[in-house]
Every structure is written in structure tokens, then in C-alpha cells.
């Protein structure tokens, strides 16, 4: 059997060797030559480049990212399998001059590298490199080989692309396979924040999904599982606030009606200002919109006038009384959700009149004057028939999510898929696809209890 000397590195050190018929016969300090068979040296092969790759990280990480991603999901004996196209060159080795020698062995690398990250098994892999600054839309997040994962469609490249598994956080966050909706999610200049507890009361964590640090958070002062939570984040101070507030517990309406706000420049909980209206006024899990300052959420503003638009003044720590705008159409609605796009506050509704069921999206608008106080209006922006009946109300069956600067995405949670709306024009503009599942984003699906009705920006400078 033919035998082929391979190289290995001890200490980050390149120093020179010779070869002779193949062989390599002096080895300088940092390197140690070693005997093995033909499939001994197609380990070696990408051992090899990878170490040239960490000891010339300057011209080389680049590579260096692919060839560990590629081997790390690919061992020698699928390697192996691409013998037919490296054994011309592999044969040819004693016979060649040095030159053509590693001439022929990048060659070989390259070709089998090329085949290894073109096959299906490897697109998720490659969706990983270059999310720096990228920004994805409707999030979907699923459970796929046991590993938890996370997708969302990147507009400015069309196709949907996947986030770095969340093999990262402990065991305690992966959601319980027997339920089909679990957790309260937000998300915001890079950071997630999740509600993970599976008891009656809290657990948060927040993390950063392109880093993978993460951190949990301190219980709450009032021991609940809140209805409303929403993150915050400065990017001048690189620090972050959670505001929750609400609660899910029957039988105790005192709960339901505190704020509490965690600031991570002094790492605790502090209470604010209580909710207006009568007990349980948040009755719909919801992460609010934050425009200029002020946190906006649907709530009940009477138990008999129905749902409204509420507002919280981060800065003032209290719920605006004056600030209140009750929904005309509540009563019929079985989805009230609100959306921040670009600054401009919509609210998206799911309208059922007899046998007729509609989606709208309409404008949300207000003046102030000093006299009359606060005056509200809603301006259509899309009307459209929603065809099937009324939607699921055990969990968001249908969201609506930023998608460009004039557009609305209203998508559906359950096939991944949505009709895309341009609110100048009022009319559909596209219609976005679901991911494609013979690319790694088919699994079983994970529900949040709050439409996710934010884009992924995401950031590895984002703190947590």
C-alpha cells in the first residue's frame, strides 16, 4: 500500500521542509512528520489548510471560516466518498516537482471543498457567514434534528436565510416539544429577550444570536408571567431596557396591573407606574410598538367600551390617562395588533361582519392641541377578504411586520408565507413565499405567544 507522509502542527509555527519521492525527510521546529495511508491523508488535507489559515489570519480568515465550517460538518469518510476526483492528483504526488506538488493539493482541496458546501446538507452553513449589519424579516423559529433554530427572509438578497443555531443557550430555554406555543419574544438592534419559564413565573433571558452570549436575568419584583414585554435598546450607551408589565395569572387582578421596568446599566427590576382601567386590562399577549419615546400597547380601557390604544412614557416611568384612544371597531375585531414601521405607528385587524371576514391595516394618527387634548384618527392604508373564515385565536395565526419603508407584510405563521402591501399605493405589491423546506427550514415549528412583528437587525457589537 502506497504510504504518504503527512504534517501536523504543534505551536502556530511554519517552518520548511523537504520532500523526496513524496516523502518528507527534514522537518524544522514547529512542525512533526508522521506516517499514515492513503485515508490518513485525507484527514491531513484540511487539518493542514486550517492551521495555515490560523497562522495567516490576515490573508486567510476568510477561508479559514469556510474550511472549518466544511470538515467541522463533513468527517474524512465523507471525504473519502470524492476519492474519484482527488486520486489523479493524490497518485501523481512522488512523480511531481514541490511546486506543482501544493499546485495540485490546493486544487484538490478547493474541488472537494466546492462539492462539500454545494450540497443541501451545507446550505445552512453558509447562510451563517457575512450576517453582520443584515437585516431579516419575519422571523420564524423552529426545532430541527433536536437543535433549535432560528430564520427570517432577507429582502435586500430575496431568499430566506438561516441565523447560527441556539445550541448555545442552556438547556432550560429549548421550548418542550409537546406544546405548540410557549415564550414571549422581542427583539431589537441585535438582541432577543425571551420569557422561557414553564411554570407560573418568570425566567428571562436575553441574548445575542450572532455572538452567542447571553445572560439571565434577575426574577422579577412581583413573581409573574407578564402579558405585555418589550425591549429597548440605546445604541449610544450600548445599554438596554425591558419594560413587562401585565400578568397572565388568574385570580389575583393586583398583578395585572403592575410595570416593572430592567435597566442593564444597574442589572435590576424596578417597579413604575401601574396600569389605568380595570384589572387585566392587557388581555392579549403583545410586545407593543415604541415610537419617539413612548411605548404604545392595546388594552381594554373600560370592561364595557372595549379595547384601545394605550401609551407608556419610558422616560416618565407612568401610563399617559390623557393619552387614550378607544378602537371603534374592537368588538368585531379577533386581531388587534399594532406595528412601528420606519416611525409611523399602523394597527393591523382582523374584521368579521356575518359570513365576511377582512383584514385591515390602518394608519394610527393624533394631534395635540392644549385645549382639545389629544385627537386620534385611523386612515386606511389596505382593505382586503380574508378567505378560509376567521383566523385561530389560541395562538397568532396571521401578524404584520415591516417589510420595506412603504411596505406591510401580512404573514402567516402557520405556512411561513405573505402578501406584501404598499401603503402609498394601497394595493399589493408581492407576495412573499415560504422558506423552502429541501433547504434545511423545514421542523416543528415554534409558536411564540406574541406576534413577532419585528425585524432581526443583526449585530455583533450589540451588548448584552
Known sequence: MMRIWGLSFQDNQLGSVEFHHGNATRAC???TSGCCDGLGYMGNVPYIFVKICE????HWSWLFVILRCAFERFSVGKLWELRPQLRP??????????????????????????????RNTFLPSRDEFNLECVTLRAPHFFIKDGVWRCAGYDSSLQKWRHLPPLTFLPAYCKP??????EYLVCIKDGIVCMNV??????????FNPLTGKWKELPPLNHRRNPVLMHLVVDALTKSYQVIVAGSSRSGD?????????????IGKWTRTGDLPGPDYALNDYQSGVYVDGYLYCIAFLDQEAGRGILRYNLNKSTWSNNWKYLIPFSTNSTILQLVESWGELYLFSEQVNENNVEHWIDRVEWDT?????????????????????????????????????????????????????????????????????DQGFSGESFVSLNPLSFTIELSSKSKI
Open 369 to 437: 392641541d392644549i385645549e382639545r387634548g389629544v385627537s386620534w384618527s385611523l386612515n386606511s392604508v389596505m382593505r382586503s377578504e380574508k378567505m378560509g373564515g376567521r383566523s385561530l385565536e389560541v395562538y397568532p395565526e396571521y401578524t404584520c411586520l415591516p417589510y420595506s419603508k412603504h411596505q406591510l407584510c401580512v404573514f402567516n405563521t402557520i405556512d411561513h408565507s405573505g402578501v406584501v402591501y404598499d401603503v402609498r399605493n394601497h394595493r399589493q405589491s408581492e407576495v412573499l413565499q415560504a422558506p423552502p423546506a
Open 253 to 265: 387582578g393586583r398583578l395585572s396591573r403592575i410595570t416593572e421596568v430592567f435597566d442593564s446599566r
Open 55 to 58: 497562522w495567516w489570519p490576515k
Open 29 to 31: 521546529p514547529g512542525m
Open 197 to 206: 419559564s414553564k411554570t407560573s413565573q418568570d425566567k428571562f433571558i436575553v
Open 89 to 118: 492528483g493524490w497518485l501523481a504526488w512522488p512523480k511531481q516537482p514541490l511546486k506543482k506538488k501544493f499546485r495540485n493539493l490546493r486544487s484538490c482541496v478547493m474541488r472537494a471543498l466546492r462539492n462539500c458546501i454545494e
Open 176 to 181: 418542550d416539544g409537546d406544546l405548540f406555543k
